[in-house]
């Protein structure tokens, strides 16, 4: 059974980028998908962008668009997310989830989620 | 981007309860809406995918029903570990969207 092991706190300043890795283990995550979702205090689930361990491929929500990449190393079954310019309203626990499971091509974000990790941006 | 209204927000319930939350899509999404449930400090959790299809070792006392626009989840006798907030998402096209919640409460 995979689990998803994410990279710990982060605190940072305005303006700062902050780089996120969730890493696999029990299994590898190629060929899925794998989403990252955010929820700042006390708020819904929002879905940031998702990345295909298969091709590389990258979809990104459009708010988030210019400011987030994300990468994968096939090699470590490490997904990772950088997010850049951040402001306070960045804080927040970040998740990422595997793309599953796959009917017909499609998959929601996701079956199985990493523990999450909190970026808090203060100044 | 397709816009999940759920509904209601806030449901008081009690133990043995009938309970259902509906979601509804902006615009079609056919059968491709997931629900999860979140209980406080931890990851969200897949319950049905496909609108019904159920996740692993859910309970089946969950359901899922709907296509199209309209989606409901259905627990049918509510357990002491299903108070949580449950979120719909519909991944028919990018971006995936959630809806805003529905928190189950103890009445």
């Known amino acids: 059974q995979i689990q998803l092991v994410q990279s710990g706190v982060e605190v940072t300043k305005p303006g700062a980028s902050v780089k996120v890795s969730c890493k696999a283990s029990?299994?590898?995550?190629?060929?899925?998908?794998v989403s990252w979702v955010r929820q700042a205090p006390g708020q819904g689930l929002e879905w940031m962008g998702s990345?295909?361990?298969?091709?590389?491929?990258?979809n990104y929500g459009q708010k988030f668009h210019g400011r987030v990449t994300m990468t994968t190393d096939a090699s470590t079954s490490t997904v990772y997310m950088e997010l850049r310019s951040l402001t306070s309203g960045d804080t927040a626990v970040y998740y990422c989830?595997?793309?599953?499971?796959?009917?017909?091509?499609?998959?929601?974000?996701?079956?199985?989620w990493g523990q999450g990790t909190l970026v808090v941006v203060s100044s | 981007d397709i816009q999940m209204t759920q509904s209601p927000s806030t449901l008081s319930a009690s133990v043995g309860d009938r309970v259902t939350i509906t979601c509804r899509a902006s615009?079609?999404?056919?059968?491709?809406l997931a629900w999860f449930q979140q209980k406080p400090g931890k990851a969200p959790k897949l319950l049905i995918y496909?609108?019904?299809s159920l996740e692993g070792a859910v309970p089946s006392r969950f359901s899922g029903s709907g296509s199209g626009t309209e989606f409901t989840l259905t627990i049918s006798s509510l357990q002491p570990d299903d108070f949580a907030t449950y979120y719909c998402?519909?991944?028919?096209?990018?971006?995936?969207?959630f809806g805003q919640g529905t928190k189950v409460e103890i009445k």
């Open positions: 989830a595997r793309d599953g499971p796959v009917v017909y091509g499609r998959a929601p974000a996701g079956d199985y």
């Open positions: 029990g299994d590898t995550l190629t060929p899925y998908g």
């Open positions: 990345i295909s361990t298969y091709n590389g491929n990258t």
């Open positions: 615009q079609s999404i056919s059968g491709w």
């Open positions: 496909k609108a019904s």
């Open positions: 998402q519909q991944y028919n096209s990018y971006p995936r969207t």
